[in-house]
């Protein structure tokens, strides 16, 4: 069986350690050729490299490695040593400055610190290493193939503390995929620290707590903000740090009593009443979040973000009418699919068929609208206007991987391996996941051989459904992309593990791969439900179109994105995988 990349990785440690030189740059370099920005084996051939002399050529490997991985402290030591030995100081300098800017404090900033005087460097935070130039596309033509630099991109920018330039970059990458969750978390972190006040402390000094801020390093960020506080007492961004801090932290009775004092010092700031909002709100003060937004929007009437939570507040508390008066100042699909949503709660629907059409001609592919469209069609017992995909439920097919691969057991074994040893988050904010670990990011924008066969299969598939429902005079069949762009990410569910109904808004079809299943389910454990109901949507009659189908291992089963579906809770102590995917629109 081919081994995974960990498994190749130590084989490589071992045989390094053992002096077998030629074995370990074999199995290192097997590991870039698959995943070239590995940053344990770009470190690992540097190291080698200079082992055998060969230090120019060592480089590039551990200029791989910071990249991939900045936050370890050695492959930057390695970069700075390498340097040193071919007399290029000030190239030493240069990147020791970049290994500053990771916001390594403690142990890691001390050895950093021992290591540049021994060279005969210092540590010089005032120094910037200007930004990389790198052309952010325009957000009418910013692709999924740029995604990648562009999120590179603006991260370089927060830790720099070019706050500005990161929050541009997000909003382009949002005005193209405005569900893009990765962004909206960015550009949500980033709000609480760009602000218009500029009495603030010196810069450098700022731009390190800011970088431990957007790393999610909420404690070190405010420790070192409050400690900062006792010199610059009057700087309203500290104070701003240290209240999204505290909330990042759910600590929300301290984030607003930080934003509180920030607003002594500005009190025009709208930025700060929409923070103060979002933390009143987190901790059970809805009456003094809804305040708070609308001070906001007092102060700044454009402010689409307050708009939308002010909106989501509303018509989390029933307050349907506000809700929609919220949304309708704005023109994204998010916003026009929640003022429909609200339209239909306040049973509005001579108002509701009128949006209906109105937003068929504007952009009959708004996914949310469409699942929206096609509950409330049945509901009110009428044919869907909405264009996309009037009858969801009729779309989905059922497949497996053995009718693509002749040994699929060994491959979803395989798979499974590699799988469990990517980074996840446990039951992440703003998905659907219970009780479950989930990847962030696309599985399948550098793939390693593995996922390309996976992908590949899965394009198969998407044109077996094509032709399958070619006959249907909707816009999901009509209207299907011309190129294939695949989102893919892992989900693993434990006891109790499973996934509130919900729709895709950002796909065109979605899919699941089943990698393990529940053996001998009972009660439909692990199983998929689908169904025109989701979001809490009013039902008038609960007869409306469900399915539910129990997988096994290697099954593929696809569905139009507006399409709701859950995951039935697992019973048993045992665990459930698949890698879920989006075939997506540009």
């Known amino acids: 069986m081919e081994l995974s990349l960990g498994e190749l990785l130590k084989k490589g440690v071992e045989a390094h350690k053992a002096g077998q030189l030629q074995e370990a740059q074999r199995l290192y370099t097997t590991i870039i050729n698959v995943q070239p920005n590995h940053a344990d084996a770009n470190h690992n051939m540097g190291v080698l490299?200079?082992?055998?002399?060969?230090?120019?050529?060592?480089?590039?490997?551990?200029?791989?490695?910071?990249?991939?991985?900045?936050?370890?402290?050695?492959?930057?030591?390695?970069?700075?040593?390498a340097l040193i030995k071919l007399d290029r100081t000030a190239d030493a300098q240069a990147v020791s400055v970049k290994a500053q800017q990771q916001g390594f404090t403690g142990e890691a900033?001390?050895?950093?610190?021992?290591?540049?005087?021994?060279?005969?460097?210092?540590?010089?935070?005032?120094?910037?290493?200007?930004?990389?130039?790198?052309?952010?596309?325009?957000?009418n033509i910013l692709d999924n193939m740029q995604l990648d630099q562009a999120f590179r991109v603006a991260k370089r920018a927060s830790k720099g503390g070019n706050l500005e330039q990161a929050k541009t970059i997000y909003q382009n990458i949002l005005h193209k995929f405005p569900h893009n969750k990765q962004a909206l978390k960015a550009l949500k972190l980033l709000t609480g620290v760009v602000l218009v006040a500029q009495q603030d402390p010196s810069s450098e000094e700022q731009q390190l707590i800011i970088s431990l801020y957007t790393q999610g390093k909420f404690?070190?960020?405010?420790?070192?903000?409050?400690?900062?506080?006792?010199?610059?007492?009057n700087s309203s961004l500290l104070y701003n740090i240290t209240g999204a801090s505290n909330a990042a932290l759910d600590q929300f009775?301290?984030?607003?009593?930080?934003?509180?004092?920030?607003?002594?010092?500005?009190?025009?700031s709208p930025e700060t009443h929409y923070n103060m909002a979002a933390a009143l709100n987190d901790g059970g003060n809805v009456a003094a979040a809804i305040e708070s937004y609308k001070k906001a929007l007092k102060l700044k009437p454009d402010y689409s973000d307050a708009y939308k939570n002010l909106?989501?507040?509303?018509q989390e508390n029933n307050r349907y009418k506000e809700a929609r008066d919220c949304f309708d100042k704005l023109t994204d699909r998010y916003s026009v699919a929640k003022a429909l949503e609200s339209t239909y709660f306040l049973e509005h629907y001579d108002d509701f068929n009128d949006r209906i059409e109105s937003i068929a001609k504007k952009n009959p592919s708004n996914i949310r609208v469409a699942a929206m469209s096609a509950f409330a069609a049945h509901q009110m017992e009428q044919t869907d206007a909405y264009p996309f995909c009037k009858k969801p439920n009729e779309l989905i097919t059922f497949s497996?991987?053995?009718?693509?691969?002749?040994?699929?057991?060994?491959?979803?074994?395989?798979?499974?391996?590699?799988?469990?040893?990517?980074?996840?988050?446990?039951?992440?904010?703003?998905?659907?996941?219970?009780?479950?670990?989930?990847?962030?990011?696309?599985?399948?924008?550098?793939?390693?051989?593995?996922?390309?066969?996976?992908?590949?299969?899965?394009?198969?598939?998407?044109?077996?459904?094509?032709?399958?429902?070619?006959?249907?005079?909707?816009?999901?069949?009509?209207?299907?992309?011309?190129?294939?762009?695949?989102?893919?990410?892992?989900?693993?569910?434990?006891?109790?593990?499973?996934?509130?109904?919900?729709?895709?808004?950002?796909?065109?079809?979605?899919g699941v791969f089943y990698l393990k299943t529940v053996e001998s389910p009972e009660e439909h454990e692990g199983a998929i439900e689908f169904g025109l109901h989701g979001y809490d949507y009013p039902i008038e009659n609960e007869d409306y179109p469900r399915q539910i189908y129990q997988p096994c291992n290697g099954d593929i089963v696809l569905f139009p994105s507006s399409l709701f579906h859950r995951t039935i809770p697992v019973l048993k102590d045992v665990e459930r995988c698949v890698i879920a995917f989006d075939f997506k629109r540009r």
């Open 311 to 314: 909106g989501s507040l509303f």
């Open 49 to 81: 490299a200079v082992g055998v002399g060969k230090i120019q050529a060592s480089l590039p490997f551990f200029k791989a490695a910071t990249a991939a991985n900045p936050a370890i402290v050695q492959f930057w030591l390695s970069y700075i040593n």
């Open 400 to 510: 497996n991987i053995k009718n693509h691969i002749p040994n699929h057991n060994e491959f979803i074994n395989t798979l499974l391996v590699e799988m469990n040893e990517k980074n996840t988050a446990w039951e992440p904010k703003n998905h659907a996941t219970v009780s479950g670990f989930h990847t962030s990011g696309n599985l399948f924008s550098k793939p390693n051989k593995t996922l390309k066969i996976l992908e590949s299969a899965i394009e198969k598939e998407l044109e077996l459904f094509l032709e399958k429902f070619k006959s249907l005079d909707n816009g999901l069949i009509q209207n299907w992309p011309k190129q294939n762009n695949i989102k893919a990410w892992y989900v693993r569910m434990l006891k109790n593990g499973h996934q509130t109904s919900h729709i895709h808004s950002a796909g065109w079809v979605s």
């Open 253 to 268: 009775d301290a984030a607003v009593n930080s934003y509180k004092k920030a607003l002594k010092i500005t009190a025009d």
């Open 219 to 233: 404690k070190q960020a405010l420790t070192n903000a409050s400690k900062m506080l006792d010199r610059f007492p």
């Open 109 to 139: 900033l001390d050895q950093l610190e021992k290591s540049l005087t021994k060279q005969g460097l210092k540590i010089n935070k005032s120094v910037a290493v200007p930004l990389e130039a790198a052309a952010i596309p325009k957000p």
